[in-house]
T-cell receptor
């Protein structure tokens, strides 16, 4: 079974709709992240959470919100989707060890906003 | 702001060595990473190097770090078709915040 799962894997929605992308992990990590991937731009950080009570904005948080419902769950919401939010979205968890952090990625959610 | 830059594309013949280059600007980077993304999948960690090291070898992978020039490279020896993927360079600071490059698409030809 996958350690980091994302639902849905693919989603098509219309401009103005509210949608939620969900992420669950079984790795027991405190740190969780949401990124979006666009061709030629790599991964950009949207939000991150270092524990259940901690939420931080990343590089491109405008238009997004998150909820850390439990250690294992971190959801990303688009309150009113717009076409330039069409992208591939990745959730990741982070584990620190010996001063460095390894990030473990989910399989991604491909979102198309029409 | 911090930037991580990589060339976008590399074509290599099967059996040859591949070298993927990366430059970064954040001098406070503590660790530098190489991730691999295969089609339809998330990123997987390949290897990482601590910022006070200059080389790390792991089987077919060799990471070289020139901290003075803020240049990181990944060499893949005896490149195979299964090495075709997008390779991301990334850096993290002491707080665990990551910055990723745009990724280098590596295509291995027979």
């Amino acid at each position: 079974d996958a350690d980091v799962t994302q639902t849905p894997r693919n989603r098509i929605t219309k401009t103005g709709k509210r949608i939620m992308l969900e992420c669950s992990q079984t790795k027991g990590h405190d740190r969780m992240y949401w990124y979006r991937q666009d061709p030629g731009l790599g991964l950009r950080l949207i939000y991150y959470s270092f524990d259940v009570k901690d939420i931080n904005k990343g590089e491109i948080s405008d238009g997004y919100s998150v909820s850390r419902q439990a250690q294992a769950k971190f959801s990303l919401s688009l309150e009113s989707a717009i076409p330039n939010q069409t992208a591939l979205y990745f959730c990741a968890t982070g584990a620190q060890g010996a001063g460095q952090e390894t990030q473990y990625f989910g399989p991604g959610t491909r979102l198309l906003v029409l | 702001g911090e930037d991580v830059e990589q060339s976008l594309f590399l074509s290599v013949r099967e059996g040859d060595s591949s070298v993927i280059n990366c430059t970064y600007t954040d001098s406070s980077s503590t660790y530098l990473y190489w991730y691999k993304q295969e089609p339809g999948a998330g990123l997987q960690l390949l290897t990482y190097i601590f910022s006070n090291m200059d080389m790390k070898q792991d089987q077919r992978l060799t990471v070289l770090l020139n901290k003075k020039d803020k240049h990181l490279s990944l060499r893949i020896a005896d490149t195979q078709t299964g090495d075709s993927a997008i390779y991301f360079c990334a850096e993290s600071d002491s707080w665990g915040k990551f910055q990723f490059g745009a990724g280098t698409q590596v295509v291995v030809t027979p």
